[in-house]
Nanobody, 130 residues
Framework: QLQFVESGGALVQPGGSLRLSCKPA?????????VGWFRQAPGKAIEGVSC????????FDADSVSGRFTISKDKDLNTVYLQMNDLKPEDTAVYYC??????????????????????WGQGTQVTVAS
């Protein structure tokens, strides 16, 4: 299973911005992968945040982050980013990357956390507080 190394998490004030990054731990190319960012808040299940298909299809963003978060991928650097703007305390969570071949962005964000084969890295902590 594809595992990622995530980075970029920090403590930030409400209204602030962060950019998270992740790369495959193995160096495997992401060219044909649907990739996504997921998060787990304390006491809650992992949820899909933003997902991006390798085809030029629209990204999928959860309603809670739509208009504030943007997922992107740098093909040359083989890196996936999550630009997070206007952060809110409810965005506090550990953020994870995942990748899957053949999924639409919507399907990955909605279903991937339910898979028994779902693979997670160490994640990166984002804390939004005054």
């Amino acid at each position: 299973q594809l595992q990622f190394v995530e980075s970029g998490g920090a403590l930030v004030q409400p209204g602030g911005s962060l950019r998270l990054s992740c790369k495959p731990a193995s160096g495997l190319t992401l060219q044909y992968y649907t990739v996504g960012w997921f998060r787990q808040a304390p006491g809650k299940a992992i949820e899909g945040v933003s997902c991006l298909n390798y085809l030029k299809e629209p990204t999928f963003d959860a309603d809670s982050v739509s208009g504030r978060f943007t997922i992107s991928k740098d093909k040359d650097l083989n890196t996936v980013y999550l630009q997070m703007n206007d952060l809110k305390p409810e965005d506090t969570a550990v953020y994870y990357c995942a990748g899957q071949i053949g999924a639409t962005a919507r399907a990955m964000c909605r279903a991937y956390p339910t898979y028994s084969s779902a693979t997670w890295g160490q994640g990166t902590q984002v804390t939004v507080a005054s």
